[in-house]
C-alpha cells in the first residue's frame, strides 16, 4: 500500500506534540548556549550582550588543546576496551539457553540503573588504602601493605569501562542474536578454532556494527563528569568536568558556552555517523 501524503494540517496533530518538546527541550537551550558563546565576558565574573569570538578563540590554547586530547583519548580508550570486552563476552550470552540469558541481562539493566555517584563511591571505596581490594592483596601476600590506587588514571578508567560496560552488551546482543549460527559451525567444519572461526566469521560479519558500537561508546563516555572527579585527579578531567568549573567556580560562562556548543556539535557529528553506519549495515 501506497502511503498517502499529509492533506490537512489535523494531519500533522501526532507530531506536533514531540516537535514542541524538542523545540521547548533542545532548540531554545541550545540557541540561548549559542547566543552566549559569544558574549563578553566582564571582570568580577559578569558579561554583556556583544558578539566577540574571543571564546572560541581560546580553543586554540595549550590548555583547551590538552583537556581536549586527554577527553577524547580516554573516551577512545573505554570504548575500545568495552567492546574488546563484551564482544565475546555478548558472543557467548547469546549461545546460552534463554534462563541464563535472562538472568545476565538482569544483572546488566541492574547496573545500568545505579546512578555515576554510586559508581563512583563503590569504586572510590575499592580503591582505597584501608578498604579496597590492595588488603585482600596483602592477605594473600602478594603485596607488603595496602596501598591507595585512587585517584589515578587506571582508577579511572576502570569506572568508566565498568559503567559503560552493560550499555554495550545489550548494543552488541540484538545483532549477535540475529547473526546465524551455521557460520561459525561452517568454519569449525572446515578446521578453524573457536577462537579463529570467532575472529574470522564473527567479527567481519558485525563490522559496522562493532563500528557504530564503538562511536556510541565514545559518545557515552565523552559525557563522563562524576567519575572523572570521583577517581582522579585535576589532569584526568573530562571536557564535561571543565565546562561545569568555568561556568561555576571560574564564574566564566561565556567560555564555558562554547566548550558546550563544540561538545554538542562534536556529539551530533558522532551521532550522524552510527546513523551512517547503521545504514550500510542494513544494506550489507
Known amino acids: 500500500m501506497r502511503r498517502e501524503p499529509p492533506q490537512h494540517l489535523s494531519d500533522y496533530m501526532p507530531i506536533l506534540f514531540p516537535a514542541l518538546m524538542l523545540i521547548v527541550f533542545f532548540v531554545v537551550p541550545f540557541g540561548t548556549m549559542i547566543a552566549v558563546s559569544f558574549f563578553k565576558r566582564q571582570a568580577g565574573g559578569f558579561y554583556t550582550t556583544d558578539f566577540v569570538l574571543d571564546n572560541y578563540a581560546r ?3 595549550t590548555f ?3 583537556v581536549l586530547s586527554f577527553s577524547v583519548g580516554l573516551s577512545i580508550l573505554v570504548a575500545v576496551c568495552c567492546v574488546i570486552l563484551a564482544l565475546p563476552f555478548t558472543y557467548l550470552l547469546t549461545r546460552m539457553q534463554k534462563q541464563v540469558q535472562v538472568v545476565w541481562l538482569v544483572a546488566l539493566l541492574s547496573i545500568l540503573s545505579l546512578s555515576e555517584v554510586i559508581i563512583g563511591f563503590a569504586w572510590s571505596t575499592l580503591f582505597s588504602r584501608t578498604a579496597g581490594i590492595t588488603n585482600i592483596l596483602v592477605l594473600l601476600g602478594l603485596m607488603q601493605e595496602p596501598v591507595a590506587l ?3 588514571f587506571g582508577a579511572v578508567l576502570t569506572g568508566m569501562v565498568y559503567q559503560a560496560f552493560p550499555y554495550t552488551v545489550l548494543v552488541l546482543f540484538p545483532a549477535l542474536v540475529r547473526l546465524d ?3 561459525t559451525e561452517a568454519a569449525r567444519t572446515l578446521g578453524a578454532s573457536p ?3 570467532f575472529a574470522t566469521v564473527v567479527i567481519p560479519a558485525l563490522r559496522n556494527t562493532i563500528i557504530a558500537t564503538l562511536i556510541m561508546v565514545f559518545i557515552f563516555a565523552l559525557g563522563s563528569y562524576l567519575l ?3 577517581l582522579g585527579r585535576p ?3 573530562t571536557l564535561s568536568v ?3 568549573d568555568q561556568a561555576i567556580y571560574q564564574s566564566n560562562m561565556p567560555f564555558a558556552a562554547a566548550m558546550a556548543v563544540f561538545l554538542v556539535l562534536v556529539t551530533l557529528g558522532l551521532v550522524a555517523l552510527t546513523v551512517i553506519a547503521g545504514k550500510k549495515g542494513e544494506t550489507a
Open 59 to 61: 580553543f586554540i590554547s
Open 64 to 66: 583547551f588543546g590538552g
Open 150 to 152: 585512587t585517584p589515578s
Open 181 to 183: 549460527p551455521t557460520l
Open 195 to 197: 577462537v579463529k572461526a
Open 228 to 230: 572523572p572527579q570521583l
Open 235 to 237: 589532569q584526568h578531567w
Open 242 to 244: 571543565l565546562i561545569t
